[in-house]
């Protein structure tokens, strides 16, 4: 704490403040602990907060799934900033909007521990599809988009946005600036999927909310996160630490950082930098706290790479057959809740016998069912010359590394990776 407060004392004003806190257990006593101390540089949350003001908390709700899992903002770090805003005397709610939550918004509250937030804490949890919302415009990646917003964006004193650390299979990583999609109530999401369909042009509208949609403040949750095929399928990783800034800019180029990955190929953060949106790079931030460096995670797996977004658009459609990912069924997982049917924006999805059939001419690769199969029921399928891309990547690896010494744990994952690989490929 007494560093916090020493760095305090030497903040620079030129530069973007980032508080980091290390964190590693979702007990409620070491995250109130670590969420005052990332709080300490800017103030506290007096600073933000004050008494008989509505705090609308912004987490990341994306499904139907336990805590244990890593898809959602813990419900822990909930509840430790609701007791922070109500000992400051505030009114606290909580929403988020959820791509296929329409109708049974409920059991995502008790499936994600919000409800429990609520009941212990006296916040009002919000069904942001129920709530009146705002149509703004935004300046999208090739002109003008028109998009509606939750009302409780302008109508609550304080939003605080509390995003998760995760990967994305369409924008790399969903960090603190794509959280604020969540914003945007109801079906629409899935529209700009359609719309939007090239990867780094989904990604620019992602910051081009973000942008008309300014949340003062953002404390994020890298207690435990997702790498590999996230948001909704990827694997649990323990990265131990909690981060807080006025910008979530600030906060994603750190995250990007931890997980070893290049900011310019996060569709996100390279559309941010391009139209000035936060710092453009960590030198333009001021860190408190713990180190960067103290939480890099080398293991970090980053999703499949997005391949048509290298591709010139006169052999996209050459490329296709040739090139491709596409969603396909677990057999024996599905229990046909249609969640998968009613997201689809290309609606390429109709419920068979044995759950989704796939429209393969109409599919466009966005993942949306997978993204919101409350059972990870939909896997991603990629083409053979994929796999043996990736096979021919992980030879090159096994014998030349990675720019590092190869120890005898490092060829074993290599080698156990070239394995898996080759077994994908002979399926």
Same mark, same amino acid.
Request: aromatic share 6%; charged share 20%.
């Given at each position: 704490?007494?560093?916090?407060?020493?760095?305090?004392?030497?903040?620079?004003?030129?530069?973007?403040?980032?508080?980091?806190?290390?964190?590693?257990?979702?007990?409620?006593?070491?995250?109130?602990?670590?969420?005052?101390?990332? !709080? *300490? /540089?800017?103030?506290?949350?007096?600073? #933000?907060? +004050?008494?008989?003001? @509505?705090?609308?908390?912004?987490?990341?709700?994306?499904?139907?799934?336990?805590?244990?899992?890593?898809?959602?903002?813990?419900?822990?770090?909930?509840?430790?900033?609701?007791?922070?805003?109500?000992?400051?005397?505030?009114?606290?709610?909580?929403?988020?909007?959820?791509?296929?939550?329409?109708?049974?918004?409920?059991?995502?509250?008790?499936?994600?521990?919000?409800?429990?937030?609520?009941?212990?804490?006296?916040?009002?949890?919000?069904?942001?599809?129920?709530?009146?919302?705002?149509?703004?415009?935004?300046?999208?990646?090739?002109?003008?988009?028109?998009?509606?917003?939750?009302?409780?964006?302008?109508?609550?004193?304080?939003?605080?946005?509390?995003?998760?650390?995760?990967?994305?299979?369409?924008?790399?990583?969903?960090?603190?600036?794509?959280?604020?999609?969540? !914003? *945007? /109530?109801?079906?629409?999401?899935?529209? #700009?999927? +359609?719309?939007?369909? @090239?990867?780094?042009?989904?990604?620019?509208?992602?910051?081009?909310?973000?942008?008309?949609?300014?949340?003062?403040?953002?404390?994020?949750?890298?207690?435990?996160?997702?790498?590999?095929?996230?948001?909704?399928?990827?694997?649990?990783?323990?990265?131990?630490?909690?981060?807080?800034?006025?910008?979530?800019?600030?906060?994603?180029?750190?995250?990007?950082?931890?997980?070893?990955?290049?900011?310019?190929?996060?569709?996100?953060?390279?559309?941010?930098?391009?139209?000035?949106?936060?710092?453009?790079?960590?030198?333009?931030?001021?860190?408190?706290?713990?180190?960067?460096?103290?939480?890099?995670?080398?293991?970090?797996?980053?999703?499949?790479?997005?391949?048509?977004?290298?591709?010139?658009?006169?052999?996209?459609?050459?490329?296709?057959?040739?090139?491709?990912?596409?969603?396909?069924?677990?057999?024996?997982?599905?229990?046909?809740? +249609?969640?998968?049917?009613?997201?689809?924006?290309?609606?390429?999805?109709?419920?068979?016998?044995?759950?989704?059939?796939?429209?393969?001419?109409?599919?466009?690769?966005?993942?949306?069912?997978?993204?919101?199969?409350?059972?990870?029921?939909?896997?991603?399928?990629?083409?053979?010359?994929?796999?043996?891309?990736?096979?021919?990547?992980?030879?090159?690896?096994?014998?030349?590394?990675?720019?590092?010494?190869?120890?005898?744990?490092?060829?074993?994952?290599?080698?156990?990776?070239?394995?898996?690989?080759?077994?994908?490929?002979?399926?």
């Amino acid at each position: 704490m007494s560093d916090f407060l020493h760095e305090r004392e030497n903040m620079t004003a030129p530069l973007c403040p980032l508080a980091i806190s290390k964190c590693t257990s979702y007990s409620l006593d070491s995250i109130s602990k670590s969420v005052s101390e990332v !709080l *300490l /540089p800017f103030g506290g949350l007096e600073a #933000f907060v +004050k008494p008989g003001q @509505k705090v609308f908390l912004k987490p990341n709700m994306l499904s139907c799934k336990d805590p244990s899992a890593a898809a959602t903002t813990h419900p822990i770090i909930l509840e430790a900033v609701a007791n922070e805003c109500r000992r400051i005397g505030a009114q606290v709610y909580i929403g988020d909007s959820p791509p296929m939550a329409l109708g049974r918004i409920e059991s995502y509250w008790n499936t994600t521990g919000f409800k429990k937030v609520a009941e212990k804490t006296g916040a009002t949890l919000l069904a942001l599809e129920k709530e009146p919302s705002r149509q703004i415009r935004v300046n999208g990646p090739a002109g003008p988009v028109s998009i509606h917003v939750t009302e409780w964006l302008y109508s609550a004193d304080v939003v605080i946005n509390l995003p998760k650390l995760k990967t994305h299979n369409l924008t790399v990583i969903t960090g603190a600036v794509k959280n604020h999609f969540g !914003l *945007l /109530p109801g079906l629409q999401k899935a529209q #700009f999927h +359609k719309r939007f369909p @090239k990867l780094s042009d989904f990604g620019a509208l992602m910051a081009d909310i973000c942008a008309a949609t300014p949340i003062p403040l953002t404390i994020f949750d890298g207690v435990e996160g997702m790498d590999g095929q996230g948001p909704g399928g990827g694997r649990v990783i323990k990265t131990g630490l909690i981060m807080a800034a006025v910008d979530p800019v600030a906060i994603d180029l750190a995250f990007s950082a931890i997980a070893g990955l290049d900011p310019e190929k996060i569709p996100t953060l390279a559309r941010c930098r391009k139209i000035d949106l936060g710092p453009k790079n960590l030198t333009q931030v001021r860190i408190f706290g713990e180190p960067i460096s103290s939480f890099k995670y080398p293991g970090f797996q980053a999703p499949a790479e997005p391949i048509f977004a290298k591709i010139p658009g006169v052999m996209v459609k050459i490329a296709q057959r040739l090139i491709w990912m596409r969603p396909k069924l677990k057999k024996g997982l599905c229990i046909k809740c +249609k969640a998968c049917e009613r997201i689809c924006p290309a609606t390429a999805i109709s419920i068979a016998e044995e759950g989704p059939h796939f429209n393969r001419k109409s599919c466009i690769s966005c993942f949306c069912c997978m993204e919101v199969c409350p059972v990870d029921s939909i896997e991603m399928q990629t083409s053979s010359l994929i796999k043996l891309a990736l096979l021919a990547r992980e030879v090159k690896r096994f014998f030349w590394g990675e720019g590092k010494t190869n120890t005898s744990s490092d060829v074993e994952r290599r080698s156990a990776s070239i394995e898996e690989t080759l077994t994908s490929v002979m399926k």
